[in-house]
């Protein structure tokens, strides 16, 4: 079985970013799948989603991503774990096919300033069942010490795995901030939310099939025409 996962914690992300984020995989992956969301408040998620419960553990928001490697969490299978403030907007099968056997993780974006940069960002990575288990074997003898010890679930993802890894292409999962639309000026708004100065058009590789919105804005509110034509 192949599994496309989600996590929502807290009030961070409504429900309707599940969903969305449920219709962009519908769209763009043609391989059999079941789309799986962890959460404690199902409310308003699409019922064709797969609602699992969030693990009972004194941490919050990203600090659930290391029981994404929790082998009990699901059968068998294949996981893809992404995000909810990402787009997708062009066929996802490779996410699937590369590298089978491998895990697999995006280089962080930081690359776009340092291209030596080999640091991991954790918003789109995939793993076999009982794969880096030591990830949230580790993680789970003291959450709370690890999560203060470390900056983010990333930087703990990045200890944690030494071999049978790889990074994504480039190419296949950008930054929507830095790299589709090259670190424009941001401007803060009257609700405190920072978005860009001028609306604009990403520049978008031919491989690129999954654009990541880390810190502000979020897909919902960002100006560009683009992301209100493609986050739906």
């Known amino acids: 079985m192949n599994y496309v996962v989600c996590l929502k914690?807290?009030?961070?992300?409504?429900?309707?970013?599940?969903?969305?984020?449920?219709?962009?995989?519908?769209?763009?992956?043609?391989?059999?799948?079941?789309?799986?969301?962890?959460?404690?408040?199902?409310?308003?998620?699409n019922p064709n989603i797969r609602i699992e419960?969030?693990?009972?553990?004194?941490?919050?928001?990203?600090?659930?991503?290391?029981?994404?490697?929790?082998?009990?969490?699901?059968?068998?299978?294949?996981?893809?774990?992404?995000?909810?403030?990402v787009i997708i907007f062009n066929n996802i099968d490779n996410l699937f096919t590369?590298?089978?056997?491998?895990?697999?993780?995006?280089?962080?974006?930081?690359?776009?300033?340092?291209k030596q940069?080999?640091?991991?960002?954790?918003?789109?990575?995939?793993?076999?069942?009982?794969?880096?288990?030591?990830?949230?074997?580790n993680f789970i003898e003291n959450p709370t010490h690890h999560s203060r010890r470390f900056h983010g679930d990333q930087d703990w993802i990045f200890n944690q795995v030494k071999k049978d890894?790889?990074?994504?292409?480039?190419?296949?999962?950008?930054?929507?901030?830095?790299?589709?639309?090259?670190k424009p000026q941001m401007i803060r708004g009257k609700d405190g939310k920072r978005n860009f100065a001028q609306p604009g058009t990403p520049n978008i590789l031919k491989d690129t099939n999954i654009a990541v919105f880390h810190g502000d804005?979020?897909?919902?509110?960002?100006?560009?025409?683009w992301c209100k034509e493609n986050w739906r």
């Not at 004194?58 to 294949?78: A, C, H, I, R, S």
Request: proline letters at 8%; hydrophobic letters at 35%.
């Open 53 to 85: 419960p969030l693990p009972i553990a004194n941490v919050k928001g990203w600090w659930y991503k290391p029981f994404m490697f929790d082998p009990e969490l699901l059968p068998e299978g294949t996981r893809l774990f992404l995000d909810l403030d």
């Open 217 to 225: 804005p979020n897909p919902h509110y960002c100006i560009d025409p």
């Open 9 to 45: 914690h807290g009030t961070k992300y409504s429900a309707e970013y599940v969903n969305v984020l449920y219709n962009m995989v519908q769209r763009n992956l043609t391989i059999p799948h079941e789309f799986v969301c962890f959460t404690e408040d199902p409310k308003d998620i």
């Open 165 to 182: 890894w790889i990074f994504w292409p480039d190419e296949w999962i950008q930054s929507y901030k830095w790299e589709m639309r090259g």
């Open 117 to 137: 940069w080999n640091k991991m960002n954790s918003s789109v990575f995939r793993l076999n069942h009982q794969q880096q288990e030591h990830v949230y074997k």
């Open 98 to 114: 590369y590298e089978s056997g491998k895990f697999c993780i995006i280089r962080d974006f930081n690359r776009f300033q340092n």
